[in-house]
């Protein structure tokens, strides 16, 4: 009987919900330890004003958290939906896609985190950062490192999950559904691309803005273009993501073209079914979203430059 209830008790509790109405007290608490959290390093001795600027810089993050935590809600929310379209499409099928699924995902979480931590390793190593403007810096900065880690944690579930949905072998046919099924997971892709690609974005800003502050506390800030190395880094992890995602999900759609409406032989004796043919195939193309390719795509185009355009927004705003 406790079992029973402590299963229904789990069922009712939305961790999507939780997250997105906690997302105001969560940018208070982030407010709170930046101004008055009073342990780990000290402001730099040699600081001579700034305190405006700060206090810009820690309203911004009070800001990102709350964006962060409300984008992290709708996050779970797309894998929860995407786990129970697949829970039902694969229901037939034998059940060792589970546990191969969490398998895959968690060497791609692995791998991506790892990737993302190079170039914050590296730049720790090489003694790249900024001047002590407050206290605690040297905890907090890698704080919100973790914070935007994690809010970007479910997206990049949603991602994984596309691309395993794309390249599952067992489930495809040539029906309607499968149709629809190429539509959701181009709209997950998109959701997820643009929902990285914002949360990097807000992060790089973030970082000039507190190059600003160190250069208004009269002290020498990192040059502006590590802000761009920066945006520029996390451009190109992005877009090695969308690409594998897109390339897998494109192949799928290509799969079902193929199938479904063969490119038939050109013969002259048969021209209209010739004709038939290719028009059947070029309207089956164009419900596949088929016959271009990422470039093309606008909506992830911006998503992918975005972390980038961040970087270039701060040198030319001045951040």
């Not at 800030?221 to 969308?242: H, K, M, N, Q």
């Not at 909506?299 to 975005?306: F, H, N």
Request: hydrophobic content about 55%; some cysteine.
């Amino acid at each position: 009987m406790q079992r029973d209830s402590g299963a229904r008790a789990s069922q009712r509790f939305d961790l999507a919900r939780a997250v997105t109405l906690a997302a105001p007290l969560l940018g208070l608490a982030t407010f709170a330890l930046l101004k008055w959290a009073g342990w780990g390093s000290e402001r730099d001795i040699h600081a001579l004003g700034g305190a405006r600027e700060l206090a810009v810089w820690q309203f911004l993050l009070t800001a990102q958290v709350v964006v962060w935590s409300v984008l992290a809600g709708a996050g779970l929310r797309a894998v929860k939906a995407l786990n129970a379209h697949a829970q039902a499409w694969l229901a037939e099928t034998a059940p060792a896609w589970r546990a191969r699924w969490r398998k895959e995902t968690a060497r791609f979480l692995l791998f991506s985190y790892s990737v993302v931590a190079v170039l914050l390793v590296a730049g720790g190593l090489a003694g790249l950062r900024n001047p002590y403007v407050m206290t605690g810096q040297d905890w907090k900065i890698p704080l919100l490192h973790v914070i935007a880690g994690a809010a970007a944690f479910p997206f990049l579930v949603v991602l994984k999950r596309v691309q395993l949905c794309a390249t599952e072998e067992t489930g495809w046919s040539t029906t309607a559904k499968d149709i629809e099924r190429i539509h959701l997971l181009r709209s997950y892709l998109r959701l997820a691309t643009a929902s990285l690609g914002a949360i990097i974005a807000l992060a790089v800003i973030a970082t000039g803005a507190l190059r600003q502050a160190v250069e208004a506390a009269d002290l020498t800030p990192l040059p502006d273009t590590f802000v761009l190395v920066y945006g520029a880094w996390f451009t190109g992890v992005l877009a090695a993501i969308y690409l594998h995602v897109f390339t897998a999900l494109d192949g799928r759609a290509r799969s079902v073209l193929e199938r479904a409406a063969p490119l038939p032989d050109p013969n002259l004796g048969a021209a209209e079914a010739f004709a038939t043919g290719t028009k059947l195939r070029g309207e089956l193309s164009a419900e596949l979203e088929l016959g271009g390719d990422p470039r093309k795509n606008l909506e992830g185009l911006i998503a992918v430059l975005s972390p980038l355009g961040g970087a270039l927004l701060t040198r030319l705003g001045g951040l």
